[in-house]
């Protein structure tokens, strides 16, 4: 159930006489504006927060052969201005979303393109009209068109990086011949490239009208007040001049089994199973997505995927996906192969999956977990508004909102006879497409000092031999790019609505006997839980030994414990609806956990936590396995650009004897097979410990149950102190320097460049820091880098700067990005000189003052959710800054000065220590 507040009688009326009231069922209210625009709204006040989101009903479906990736390519366009709304103005919606905190974004799928906005519920109004001024008014530029087609094409060569992508886009254009699904949502290379700004306008001119589009609003509104803002800014926007074209290509039936093959430098193989399925309204979709149920993967332990393909070793990765789109997709399944196990095998055992659902009756109990699973995953998805907002948009897609509605009762009607049914007609050879992803074999990536080293960032290779006259050019063009300074942003906005943060009279905080630390706050009416824990026993504690030591420990942990077996605990989280609910995650510092789980499951939830936490099993066989499953792991490491970027970086930053230093994988995959039983369970038994953890739970729960639930389930866990941490200093590096990891067949290069910081949580200049970076490169949008790098020059996709984990100090302050392989040397250079310039000017007062709005709204918005709260809640007492320093943020970050955040870019920000690491395809 949702949480709403009362209607009023005047909210049950129309805001204008343009608005009809469609239906309502399940606090979901339809509306019709006369233009016909669809209104869905669905008020939850849960928090203080609003999702806008507009969907257009055009993907990659309505595009055609000359024009692919239109609809993705106009995604991008409409960030790039209206009239009214434009970077040149310095009222963006970039810039003014910025200031607010919003977390925002647009995304491009076969039948849709969708934009939303997550934001304080005061800003609704702004968020509405923003999107109702760019759905008619977009200036479509060309100097935009042609800085975003270089941006486009990162995205795409970034895609291609991955065999999975790869793999995906091969297996749609082989299945598909005739219907526009054969085309990839991105588009095809030469389409992106040469498509004129005018067949741009044409498709915007043709999709882009109110009855073409749903505007969804989903949070803490009043209704006629949202009626009356959506048909303020809606409502004079006339419906499309002529009627909205509608695919009418069928594909025909297969005929046959088609196979396709990719061979290129890479990993592990990978074989894809395709099968057409019928469209997301047809009575077939509800079998076949509980055929995806029981299927399962990776992180559904008691599927059947799993147990056949993983828990057997011939697989590092599996996954069955049900594609229910609006037209006929496809079901795909696949797996990522162990080394040394043959394609052939693990497709036949895909095979044998498929096949052995035609032929024996799925069990009650089976089936009963899958339906179990499928409506707490509703109850799950309805408690926090925001991914409620974006199911209305994707059932909007599909079909409409109704079939949402109508989805989880059309499931649990779903009998073992039905799933037989459609096994034996769908999975059959002739509907079939395979795909095998075959590596060829390459040379192990190494990292070598650049020719160019020491210059690294301030000049091209080659420079030395270019006239006076180019290199002058040169230099010129970059200052232009960079003295087209940040926008200020000059559109007032509302006023945020008074909020005082009071976090401290709603936690209650309890240190068991043990010493196990509880924090639990009420959130009622969602009817769910957010949990979240930390142990101190990350990384740190375990360097020096074998670098896989802690991350098997951790594998291990969800894999069988004192009282439980690894299949049970599996079915217990499928049952509740969360297959990985029990999955450690492991940093410098810290093991993590935590879930979002229905109210009435938290009781077993927390007897199982504890066995599994307190009580590992630690099975040889299990630990047999997870070996095989890191070793495969460790092999991708060894051909991802990122990875071994990053690896890279932290190997050249850090001297061997540093927590923080890496070994190289080829180091990590030697020396793998040594981790033994009896290192694990030291490791467990020192340092997760009850003194050492937190246990935070957040929701529809009563204070004083929930505290004695915890100590019933965890009071018997004993265990030594905590250990402490003391980081050992990390000096810069001596000079700036440049070093290059070469890996073949890659289309696009992942640089990193940075160097360590002593920058701690604790400091008092911890938050001047923060807005310093967040101004500079926290996103690839409005920050300068992504201004300059990304959106003036278009050479990445995203650009971004960071300071790594400051818990304890020392971690790393980087940036990075990705481009083309012809434009290494460019992007270096200028973003060094972004990064000259803006410690030589300091941070502007404009930029500062939007920072802090986007610092202080961002942190409303993370608190949307029980799960929000409650990571935020086990953080600040891992720091030792405790509930408290919740209520003072916004305080924080409004005292910042403009000479506290140059102050402090310029003590932690050294580019001119730099050590950047080029990974990738090089010439």
Known sequence: MINTSKRTKKAEKAA?????????????????????????????????????????????RNEGVGYTGSTHFLEHMLFKGTKKHNAQKGNGIDDLLTQIGAYWNATTWFDRTSYFEVVPSEYMDLCVGLEADRMRNLLLRQEDHDSEMSVVRNEMERGENYPEEAL????????????????PTIGWRSDVEGVPMERLKKFYDTFYWPNNATVVVVGAFERNEALATIEKHYGKIPMAPEPIPQVYTVEPPQEGERRFQIRRAGDLPRVWVG????????????????????????????????????????????????HDL???GLFIVGATLNPGVALQTAEAILHAELAKLASEPVSEEELGRAKSANIKGTILAKAEPSSL?????????????????????????????????????????????????????????????????????????????????????????????????????????????????????????????????????????????GISGICRAGKYFSYGKNSSLADLAIELLPKGSLNYGKLEIAEILEAMGIPAGLDFSIDNFRVSFGTHLVAKDLPLFLTLLADVLCYPGFDSGELKKTKVEWKAKIIEAMNSTRMLAWNGLRRNIYEANHPFFEKSFEEELAELDQVSLEAIRELHSTYMVPKGTILTIVGDVNIEETIDLVGTSFGDWQGGAASAISMPPAPLPQAKRRVEVKLADKKSVDIVMGHPTPLKRTDNDFYAAKLANAALGQDTITSRLGQVVRDRAGLTYGIYSAFSDSAYGQAPWTVSLSVNPLNVDKAIALTSQVLTDYLERGISDDELSKETGRAIGSFKVGLASSSGIARALSEFEFLGLGVEELDKITSRYLSVTKAQ??????????????????????G
Request: net charge positive; no cysteine.
């Open 16 to 60: 204008s006489s343009e608005i009809t009231k469609i239906s309502e069922r399940k606090n979901i209210v339809e509306y019709r504006l006369n233009n016909g625009l669809k209104i869905l709204l669905v008020e939850n006040h849960v928090a203080p927060v609003v999702t806008v989101l507009v969907l257009f009903k055009v993907g990659s």
């Open 168 to 183: 995906e886009k091969e297996l749609y254009a082989v299945a598909f011949r005739e219907h526009p699904y054969h085309h």
């Open 275 to 322: 099968y057409h399925v019928p469209e997301a309204s047809h009575p077939d979709n509800y079998p076949l997505a509980a055929i995806r149920h029981l299927l399962g993967g990776t992180y559904e332990r008691s599927s059947r995927l799993y147990k056949s393909l993983i828990d057997s070793g011939i697989a590092a990765d599996s996954f069955a996906r049900h």
């Open 326 to 328: 609006r037209d006929p």
């Open 389 to 529: 907002a974006f199911m209305l948009g994707e059932a909007e897609s599909k079909a409409d909102w109704h079939w949402l509605i109508d989805f989880d009762d059309k499931f649990n009607a779903v009998t073992a006879n039905d799933i037989m049914r459609v096994a034996r007609h769908y999975f059959v050879q002739d509907n079939r497409t395979v795909g095998h992803f075959i590596p060829k074999p390459q040379p192990v990536a190494e990292a070598k000092p650049a020719a160019n080293q020491v210059a690294a960032g301030s000049a091209a290779k080659g420079e030395g031999t270019s006239s006076g006259a180019s290199q002058q050019k040169e230099k010129e063009k970059l200052k232009k790019l960079i003295d087209a300074s940040p926008s200020v942003v000059k559109v007032k906005l509302p006023k945020p609505k008074p909020h005082t943060s009071n976090f401290v009279s709603k936690v209650a905080k309890k240190v068991l006997p043990n010493g196990l630390t509880v924090l639990v706050m009420e959130n009622p009416g969602t009817e769910s839980v």
């Open 901 to 922: 955040t140059d102050a402090a870019m310029r003590k932690y920000m050294r580019p001119d220590k730099a050590v950047t690491v080029v990974s990738g395809t090089l």
